[in-house]
Structures are given as C-alpha cells and as structure tokens.
Nanobody, 122 residues
C-alpha cells in the first residue's frame, strides 16, 4: 500500500494550493482518506477527510470555508483545495487512510504518505 502526496509549495498569504494524494495497492472499499498537518514541536492535527462509503467530509474549524476535499475514485486520488491561505497554515501536510467510523486522529490511521511542505509567506 502506498500513498503519494504532492502539491505543496511556497505561496503568498491569500493564495491557493491544491494537494493531491494518490493511493495504490489498497484493497479496502470503505475507509476515510484525507490530511493531517504538523509543525515542529506540535502534535499532528487532522485537517480534512472524505469517507468513501457516503462522501461525508470533515474540515478542521481553523480552515473551514477555505478547504474543499474531493475524490476521483477512478484515479484513486484525493484532492485538497486550499484557498485564502494564512501564514499559520504553514506546515508539513500528510495524507493518510483510516477506519470509516472512528475519529480522525493519528493513532488509528492505517497508512501514511510522505509529507508535503506548505509554506505561506510573503
């Protein structure tokens, strides 16, 4: 099982980025897939997920209204559109898969992708 994250980069405050997470070798049909982020010295926090069973989505309160998560099942890829980015959104963003009916917390995730750095700076 592999998760491949991409799309991070340097953007000015107010700018936008789209993160992608492609998954391969994953046989489960029902799960959550989405994103966490982490800054040095802090715990990894859940940002967003989409549940494959019914398309339910979640967004962290600090980014609500500025995120849109979507899934292309045919391409086995999930996208996270981020807009109106703020300096405090700077972090390493990780995609992950987890159980469909549990909290979106790091300790229960099945698999992690490598992180992609998002830097918001002028």
């Amino acid at each position: 099982v592999q998760l491949q994250a991409s799309g991070g980069g340097l953007v000015q405050p107010g700018g936008s980025l789209r993160l992608s997470c492609s998954i391969s070798g994953f046989t489960l049909k029902n799960y959550k897939i989405g994103w966490f982020r982490q800054v040095p010295g802090k715990e990894r926090e859940g940002v967003s997920y989409i549940r494959t069973t019914d398309g339910t989505t979640y967004y962290t309160d600090s980014m609500k209204g500025r995120l849109a998560i979507s899934r292309d099942a045919a391409k086995n890829t999930v996208y996270l559109e981020m807009k109106s980015l703020k300096v405090e959104d700077t972090a390493v963003y990780y995609c992950a898969t987890g159980p469909p009916d549990t909290q979106w917390i790091p300790s229960v995730m099945f698999r992690w992708g490598q992180g992609t750095q998002v830097t918001v700076s002028s």
